[in-house]
C-alpha cells in the first residue's frame, strides 16, 4: 500500500515538472529562427568553407605559396601549383585547390598558415551534385576585398602590411643614367683635386692664341711700303775712237 502511494506523489511531481515548464516557456519569446530567411548569427570560431582572403585595403593576395597549409593537411586536399620568378627569385602563386568533399574541417591549415591567408567562413551550404564541383580553385576560393574586410574584423586578425612593390624593367634602365649621373660629378670632383697634367697646362695656351691673334687681326694694317724698282743696270759707254796714246 506504501509503495502505491509513493509512485503515485511521484506521478504528480513529474506532472508537475512538466507543466512548469511548459508554463514557463508559454510568456517566453520564440527562438525558433526561420532558416533559411534567416540565416544563423555564427560564432567567429565557426570552421565552414575554407577560403583564400586578400589585403583588405590592398585587395592584393596574401598566398606566399609556403606549402605549409598542403603539408599539415591530414586529408592531403590541398594542392598548390607556384614556380619562382626569375626577377625576384620568389615563389609566385599560379592555382590553389582545395577538396571540400576530402576535407573534414579539421581548421590545422588555418593554423599554420604564416599569413592568415586561408580562413574558415561562416558558409556551411555546401551540397552538390557531384564530387567534382567540390573541388574549388583559386578564383572559386580567393574573397573578395569586402568580404575578406568583414572576416578580418570578425575574427579580429591583424591587417598584414602590404608586399613591396616589384621594380619595373623601364625604372631599373632608368635609374642606371641617374646613378651614372650622379657618380660623374664625383668623378669630376675627383679629378679637381688631382694635379694638373702638363697637357691640360698646354691647352689654356692654345686657348689664348686665337685671342692674340684676334688682336693682331683688330690692328690697324700698316700701308705697304713701295718697293723701289731695281735699278736698270748702266749702259755700257761706248768706247773712244782715239787711240790710246
Partial sequence: ????????????????RGLSTVGGHTF????TEQYPDHAPNLPAEFRGRLALSVNPET??????SCRQCERVCPDKCIEIVAHKSPETNKL???DFKIDHG???????????????????????EMADYSRESLIYDIKKLTLSQEESAYYFDKKEIPIPK???AKAAPAAAGAAKPAADAIAKPAADAKTA??????????KPAEAAKPADEAKAEAKPAEPAKEEKAPEAPAEAKPPDDKPEG
Avoid: W
Avoid at 585587395?59 to 606566399?64: A, K, R, S, T, Y
Avoid at 697634367?197 to 698646354?202: F, L, Q, S, V, Y
Fill in 92 to 94: 609566385e602563386l599560379i
Fill in 1 to 16: 500500500m506504501s509503495n502505491l502511494i509513493s509512485r503515485a506523489f511521484d506521478s504528480l511531481y513529474q506532472v508537475f
Fill in 102 to 124: 576530402l576535407c573534414m574541417f579539421c581548421g590545422l591549415c588555418t593554423e599554420v598558415c604564416p599569413t592568415t591567408c586561408i580562413i574558415n567562413t561562416n558558409d556551411f
Fill in 193 to 202: 683635386d688631382t694635379p694638373a697634367k702638363p697637357e691640360a697646362e698646354a
Fill in 59 to 64: 585587395g592584393e593576395h596574401l598566398c606566399i
Fill in 162 to 164: 602590404p608586399k613591396p
Fill in 28 to 31: 517566453k519569446e520564440p527562438i
